[in-house]
């Protein structure tokens, strides 16, 4: 694993090379979202054939009930007790995260409030690229219904027997074949076959990424997710640990970005070192031997300072801080999920902690945490005014609104005196 000096041409290069590649996927995946956009179905099965190798019919899209039943009997029972402790966290940690509805006087005659309503259809992806990550389904899945969504639509072109048995479990019955740019692009504009959703969810690669962004225009969506971010700051700690915590998530694309951060040249060292050892047993099939090779490196600060400012400048996905320093962690604001001490191993956050693994990248993390219950309902304000509460706002409204020239505003209030 390669060790470079942070200067500022190093960090410059960083940021650069993230920003480059959104744009190049940006064009990919806009001539496949016109394309569905377009034709609809046609054009969803021609790219699966084309990018996933599935031929599609308006039958074979959907999997049906008895194949996700059957799907669960073929799943070992410790499997399925690993699901379903993973889920009982996840929804303990989404039920914490309910926005409530309320209201306040915030004067005589003047009620305000918050009302919560869930969002109607949601479109759930899941990556299927090496194997289809039943535990995204688990991530997206559960807050929608802790949030009350009546529909949910999954799409993952090629979902695994443990994938349809974690469906199973959680109740999730429509599930479509499909993935990529062209799933996105259906679930946001609808075909013959697909429902147009409110909100998709989930992570993906680079192109589902950048599909989302585009669609955004039409349909909502939670966040830029993928490909995936660690940065593991350290003055010390383990560089075993350090180093399975970097290839874990090295493994996950091989446009994956896996940083070690530190101030110490000697922890650098160990950490490469120890890099190159574990990643001799991985097979060579991994992806992590293609990440560390393009994206990762162990970045060597020119002091904990520097690291700091470097840190939130890249506004990571997932934060590691092995040693657990109270004024450290609150210098660091900007990363989607932070795993504290050397015990809080990133894959336990991506399974079975209970938080949500679905998280910001591209520096969004600067803006937003994970996906949580509050992406899957509508927080509507709203009032009711008597007419004594009418009347003691009636100068304030026509004062600034007689300001800003807007007289119609002003003889809506004045008109019910």
Known sequence: MRILKLTDAVAAKFLARRSSHDAASERVAARILADVRKNGDAALFRWALRLDGLRLTQKSLWIGRAEIRAARRDVSRDLLRAIEHAARNIRRVAEGQRPRSWTITVEPGVRVGQRVTPLGTIGCYIPGGRFSLFSTLLMTAIPAQVAGVKRIVVACPKPSPALLAAADILGVTEIARMGGAQAIGALAYGTRSIPAVDKICGPGNRYVTAAKRIVSNDCAIDM???????????????????????????????????????????????????????????PKTNPAWKSLRQASAILVAPSLDAAIRFANRVAPEHLSIPEVNKTLVEKLSEAGSVFLGPWSAQPAGDYASGTNHVLPTSGWARARGGLSVADFVKCSSTQEISRAGLKSLAPVVTAMARAEGLEAHARAVEVRR
Do not use: C, M, N
């Open 224 to 282: 830029p997710a993928g490909p995936t971010e660690v940065l593991i700051l350290a003055t010390g700690g383990s560089p075993r640990y350090i180093a399975a915590d970097i290839l874990a998530q090295a493994e996950h694309d091989p446009e994956a970005v896996a940083l070690l951060l530190t101030p110490s040249a000697r922890l650098a060292k160990a950490v490469a070192e120890e890099v190159e050892k574990q990643l001799r047993d991985l």
